[in-house]
């Protein structure tokens, strides 16, 4: 066996590799900043401080780590089943129209938490209705879903700018947005958990949406590795000529799986429409449907990892608007750069050390046998 | 203004607009073709613009700037290439993070270098590519129809725009009629085979991935330094995706990309020129249909009702050479 296929002990390949995959990435973006003329170490330390430093900043930074949480899950759903699904920007966009035609609408006469478990529903109903074409187009017609879901973010992106412009928006208003919903089409924010540290909220809009973040979470975690689905979604991700021998029929573990990673993208939008600008606006994904592809990545596709690694860009998120603060320089685009890096090296490089690692991890066992 | 006078313009405006979409689809022609998907053309094109535009108000030479665009193009193109090739990682999330990397990085330095909020400044006309007057346009342009198509739509564009379609019979006679062709086509095939006949998959693929650099590079360098006169921030605003779609559109194929990216570029057009002009017996026809239309058109096409695309059949896949 050749040293790069060897396999390594599992803390070197879910631990130490990611580690030094994100090393490299922050040690880059530190020359980035060394470049224009800033301190790195200031610039760290101000974007710590700013995340994790107080209370608003906590809440700022889980509040972005939720958008994460979610568009992570539905890369990592479609990864088992060997989908890429490039196309959680566009689903995002459209749950957001699902959840804010139901505030707009349940909102006015039910509260909040009456309207939410419908919010959660149509969001996921609508990005799992943008997810279908392209999966009915890869499972029946083989045309890659890579390229059909960008083209679907795109499309997605137009149909809601005409919506909001020409039908959604306030009359004689000048912002293509809703009008702001009603109490009950709002999620409240999550202060008690703040309250019980003793720490402040703030004006950080952290809600009910990171909780549904974290069911998700589980059941994604329940379905993969408990189910009978779960099963036959891993077996069509790992060998799929196998799978159809064994009597799983790809078409639908495809559109399933697309379904599924469409709906979990969608209720991304629960928490910046109705959990913080109260309003549907255009734009509103901001590259979070990107995202989730580094944060899947990172997490290996495991739910738990995934939790982990969305707070990780939660937090270089709400540092990195901080740090845009503090140091004038250093603008937010910075934050742009170093997802760049993390995607980069966490994802394409992935596997960059591993011979290296290999050699290291390997050499250690078949010393012993030697000796022995 | 009388329908043909318009549809000049309109021709016209086509023209320019097409050519951004042409180089880069052209890159991503060579890239595709040896097996490497690339869909980080938006991001090199971008940083290429940058480069351009920097380049250009600082030495005051386009033609500088236009080799920064290609050289940072090609760096770019590297890194994929590291990434796809040696490292035989996800060429689609390499293509994600070089995207992200541009789009953050232009800005960031622009804002650095510049204070314009990302922008570089306005380019002198001694700095740009200027539109070239092709010999008796003046003379021809009072012959109805033809001298005035001659004068309006042949003449008067910047020298990257003729380079942009000779580059298409280039690409062809590269691809089709070349040793080099031959071999990137067959990598992008099967690369076993290529491999068995003792030629280096990963040196024709590196290859590959630079020509679509040096093709970024001119398209990044026509939005900034020919079209625009200076660098804007996100001034590819998905024009890399809409030329990833051209090719998927034109099947891979050269000639066919050049009529699709016109496609394509004609579709921007007409949508500039209908923007709040009611169209007789449609009423207001809303930009936005103009905009998803190419992405409409490939999704069709894709999903197999107009003729089928067949993607090189190892694209995506990193070549191992030992099982």
């Given at each position: 066996m050749s040293a790069a296929s060897a396999p390594l002990p599992r803390w070197v390949t879910y631990g130490l590799m990611p580690v030094l995959n994100l090393a490299v990435a922050f040690l880059i973006s530190g020359l980035v900043v060394a470049f224009i003329g800033e301190s790195p170490w200031e610039a760290v330390e101000v974007l710590l401080t700013g995340a994790l430093g107080t209370g608003e900043g906590i809440g700022y930074t889980l509040f972005y780590a939720t958008n994460f949480i979610f568009t992570g899950l539905a890369v990592a759903v479609a990864f088992h089943c060997g989908l890429f699904n490039i196309g959680g920007e566009g689903q995002a966009y459209l749950g957001g129209l699902g959840a804010a035609l139901v505030a707009l609408s349940l909102g006015d006469v039910l509260p909040w938490y009456l309207t939410m478990p419908v919010a959660v529903l149509f969001a996921a109903l609508f990005g799992a209705a943008w997810a279908l074409i392209p999966a009915w187009l890869q499972a029946s017609r083989g045309s890659h879903i890579v390229i059909t879901t960008i083209m679907f973010n795109f499309i997605g992106a137009a149909l809601m700018v005409y919506l909001l412009v020409n039908v959604l928006k306030v009359p004689g208003a000048m912002a293509p947005e809703t009008r702001v919903f009603a109490e009950g089409g709002q999620l409240p924010k999550l202060t008690w958990p703040f309250e019980l540290f003793g720490a402040k909220l703030g004006?950080?809009?952290?809600?009910v949406s990171f909780v549904i973040a974290l069911v998700m979470a589980v059941l994604v975690w329940l379905l993969i590795w408990r189910t009978r689905l779960g099963y036959e979604i891993r077996a069509t991700g790992t060998n799929p000529t196998a799978a159809i021998y064994a009597g799983i029929p790809y078409k639908r573990m495809v559109i399933v799986t697309m379904l599924l990673s469409g709906g979990l993208a969608g209720m991304m939008a629960l928490n910046p429409v109705m959990g913080a600008s109260a309003r549907l606006q255009v734009e509103f994904v901001g590259g979070a449907g990107f995202v989730g592809i580094a944060v899947a990545l990172m997490g290996r596709s495991h739910p738990l990892g995934i939790v982990f690694a969305a707070i990780l860009f939660g937090v270089l998120y709400q540092g990195g608007a901080e740090l845009s603060f503090w140091i004038p320089a250093i603008t937010r685009d910075m934050i742009v750069v170093i997802q760049g890096l993390v995607i980069l090296f966490a994802g394409a490089l992935e596997t960059m050390f591993r011979p290296a690692l290999a050699r290291l991890f390997w050499r250690a066992p078949r010393a012993a046998a030697a000796k022995a | 203004m009388d329908l043909f006078t318009t549809a000049v313009l309109v021709l016209d405006s086509t023209i320019r607009l097409t050519i951004p979409l042409l180089f880069a689809a052209l890159a991503g022609l060579y890239s595709e073709r040896a097996g490497v998907f690339d869909i980080g053309l938006e991001g090199k094109m971008l940083a290429g613009a940058f480069a351009a535009g920097s380049i250009a108000i600082v030495t005051g030479s386009p033609w500088l700037a236009l080799a920064g665009s290609i050289l940072i193009a090609v760096l770019l193109s590297l890194v994929h290439g590291f990434a796809s090739i040696t490292a035989k990682g996800n060429q689609i999330v390499s293509g994600v993070a070089i995207n992200f990397v541009a789009a953050g990085l232009t800005v960031l330095l622009g804002q650095n270098w510049f204070s314009q909020g990302g922008r570089t400044p306005q380019l002198p006309n001694t700095a740009r590519f200027n539109p070239i007057e092709l010999p008796g346009a003046a003379a021809a342009r009072d012959v109805p129809v033809v001298g005035y198509l001659y004068a309006e739509l042949i003449s008067g564009h910047s020298i990257l725009t003729y380079l942009a379609f000779i580059a298409v019979p280039f690409s062809w006679w590269a691809l089709y009629r070349t040793r080099f062709g031959l071999r990137l086509r067959a990598v992008g095939e099967n690369p076993a085979a290529v491999d068995t006949a003792g030629i280096s998959v990963s040196w024709l693929r590196y290859r590959a991935v630079i020509c679509a650099g040096i093709f970024c590079g001119l398209s990044g360098a026509y939005l900034a330094i020919a079209q625009s006169a200076g660098f804007i921030k996100d001034m590819t605003a998905g024009k890399g995706y809409i030329a990833l779609a051209a090719l998927i559109f034109a099947k891979w194929k050269p000639v066919p990309v050049m009529f699709a990216c016109l496609l394509f570029g004609f579709l921007d057009a007409v949508a500039i020129r209908l923007q709040g002009t009611p169209v007789p017996l449609v009423g207001e026809v809303p930009v936005q249909i103009f905009q998803a239309l190419p992405y409409i058109l490939t999704c069709i096409l894709l999903a197999g009702f107009i003729g089928t695309a067949i993607p090189p059949k190892a694209g995506g896949v990193p070549y191992t050479k030992e099982r």
């Open positions: 004006a950080a809009p952290f809600n | -």
